[in-house]
């Protein structure tokens, strides 16, 4: 017995990893037909069942884990380009990590002498609110903790040149 399109559909979809969109395009609609016609709305359209016949023919005639082919070799030049940019990021973090210490240094300068100027400043002027709230966002953008965080994308961005430089070299590029 044959299956129907409402059952197979959804099977054809699964195994060539399909979206309904996707199966709509191979057989000449959209997906909310497919929708319609999985769902049992709808009977598949007689202009579908030549590409459908052929889809189920290749999903009965396909293993289900097929033998990868040979593995190509990776394109050098995009692998190239790609280490370089990798390094050139790595190198703008690393400038970048240097000026990151003096603004969190004036960051907390301004935060201690916090209550000098407020003991001094009475009643606290509007302005001081502000001095404050910079001071706080600069910490959060070049404290510690972001300093920490430019380090590891820095490190993340050396090991991932350095590992397309050794595909190269495996490749014999």
């Not at 057989?27 to 929708?35: A, H, I, P, Q």
């Not at 290749?58 to 593995?71: K, S």
């Not at 910079?134 to 070049?142: D, F, K, N, Y």
């Amino acid at each position: 017995m044959k299956p129907s399109p409402v059952a197979l559909l959804p099977r054809l979809r699964s195994f060539f990893g399909l979206s309904q969109a996707a199966l709509g395009r191979c057989l000449g609609f959209n997906k909310d037909m497919v929708s319609h016609i999985e769902r049992g709305l709808r009977p598949l359209p007689l202009t579908a069942a030549l590409p459908q016949a052929a889809l189920t023919l290749a999903y009965q005639q396909t293993p289900p884990d097929p033998t990868p082919e040979a593995p190509e070799a990776p394109d050098a030049a995009v692998l190239r380009r790609h280490q370089r940019t990798c390094e050139h990021r790595a190198a703008q973090l690393t400038y970048e990590l240097t000026l990151l210490p003096e603004r969190a240094t004036w960051a907390r300068r301004r935060l201690a002498a916090l209550p000098v100027l407020r003991a001094a400043l009475v009643p606290a002027p509007a302005w001081l609110a502000r001095f404050e709230a910079e001071a706080r966002a600069e910490l959060g953008r070049s404290g510690s903790t972001a300093q920490a965080q430019l380090r590891i994308r820095r490190a993340g961005l050396l090991a991932e040149a350095a590992e397309a430089e050794r595909l190269l070299v495996a490749a014999g590029a």
